[in-house]
């Protein structure tokens, strides 16, 4: 019979200082080990190379480490890096590294496949497989903040929950994973610096305002009537723009943090007036500002980006009401690493 040792991933630091004070070691050890697997990233216990040979065979006995493998790497041409990440029962889910002039961001993500069914959305075809746990989320922005000093010569310096999944679907996990990339004992980075992007869970939205998290919000809004929203986010049936505006409100009363709605303009399906005034209307409930994302298309047949002039119809409408508005490009385009592309296409 096989024996399934436990992830010594997750053993808090206590647990792993209790660890060694039972089996006659120092406390310290705990912290040492600790600062192996979480700062240093160790995969093997005999990375660990300031313990004994006796500790770390020690170790071996009782523990496997679980850590993630990137198992496929592509480059696109304008610097953006999609990695194909193994988990330990073999599954896949992508994480993107994009560098600009200033910045370098992880887009991570949070389930394998997404329970969501966004018809415009590449990752909702593979339906929701499992929730990935904190670690296989911390691991892989290590990954990338690894890449980023490789290929770019500096540090991560943000994070957004825009890969695969819905990441308030996910939410024990992905607090516990932010804690450990703003902690000093993780990656000490600033959670303003982390973005969590959700198709707006109402009820989530409210309970993370009131947990008192400090990252920042993004709504993929993408339209403010219900009718069309739920012809392209058929989950905007269960929680419709009521309830959303209503938590997002409450967010914005109790963290003080505006919200970044992301927002596409398809063709024949939100780029008339009408469309705009009622994204206006939706951006009064909180201070906001809106990011007019590009369609990265996913072969369906159904969704065309709009043209610049129905782009522009936005921009100058919600500019006049005093609404900032940006319009982004997307990147890595040509290996299917962009927003919506993630679907593990190279994958049998
Ligand atoms: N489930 C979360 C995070 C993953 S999606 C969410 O919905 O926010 C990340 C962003 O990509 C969202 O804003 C989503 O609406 C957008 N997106 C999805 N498919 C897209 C596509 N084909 N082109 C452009 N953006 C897309």
Same mark, same amino acid.
């Given at each position: ?24 070691? %120092? ?12 700062? %240093? ?165 409210? %309970? ?5 998290? %400090? ?134």
């Amino acid at each position: 019979m096989k024996i399934v040792k436990k992830d010594i991933r997750a053993l808090s630091k206590e647990e792993l200082r209790f660890f060694f004070t039972s089996n006659g070691d %120092k406390a310290f050890r705990g912290n040492q080990v600790y600062e192996w697997l979480w700062q %240093k990233g160790a995969h093997h216990f005999d990375d660990m190379t300031n313990l004994s040979k006796e500790t770390r065979q020690m170790m071996r006995a009782n523990f496997s480490i679980n850590h993630i493998k990137v198992d496929s790497m592509q480059r696109s041409l304008d610097g953006t890096i999609k990695n194909g990440i193994r988990l330990h029962d073999g599954m896949i889910v992508e994480s993107v590294l994009i560098p600009t002039a200033k910045r370098s961001t992880a887009c991570v993500s949070s389930q394998v496949g997404c329970s969501l069914d966004c018809k415009f959305c590449a990752t909702s075809r593979l339906k929701r497989m499992r929730n990935l746990n904190p670690d296989e989320i911390y691991d892989q922005v290590v990954a990338i903040d690894r890449q980023s000093k490789l290929y770019y010569g500096r540090p991560l310096s943000n994070i957004v929950f825009m890969g695969m999944g819905e990441p308030l679907m996910n939410y024990n996990n992905v607090l516990k994973a932010i804690d450990k990339i703003t902690s000093k004992d993780g990656l000490g980075m600033s959670p303003k610096r982390v973005v969590v992007s959700t198709s707006g869970v109402p009820k989530m939205i409210k %309970k993370m305002a009131d947990d008192g998290v %400090k990252f920042n919000l993004a709504v993929s809004l993408h339209s403010a009537i219900d009718s069309v929203r739920t012809s392209i986010m058929p989950f905007n049936e269960t929680f419709p723009l009521k309830d959303l505006r209503e938590a997002l409100k409450h967010w914005y009363d109790s963290t003080s943090r505006i919200i970044t709605y992301e927002y596409v303009v398809w063709e024949g399906i939100n780029d008339t007036k009408s469309d705009v005034e009622a994204l206006i209307d939706f951006c009064k409930f909180a201070p906001s500002k809106v990011n007019l994302i590009e369609y990265n298309p996913i072969d369906d047949g159904i969704f065309h980006q709009a043209n610049n002039a129905a782009i522009e119809l936005y921009v100058s409408m919600l500019e006049a009401k005093n609404i900032t508005v940006t319009v982004r490009r997307s990147r890595g385009k040509d290996i299917d690493a962009a927003c919506g592309q993630l679907a593990n296409k190279d994958k049998s």
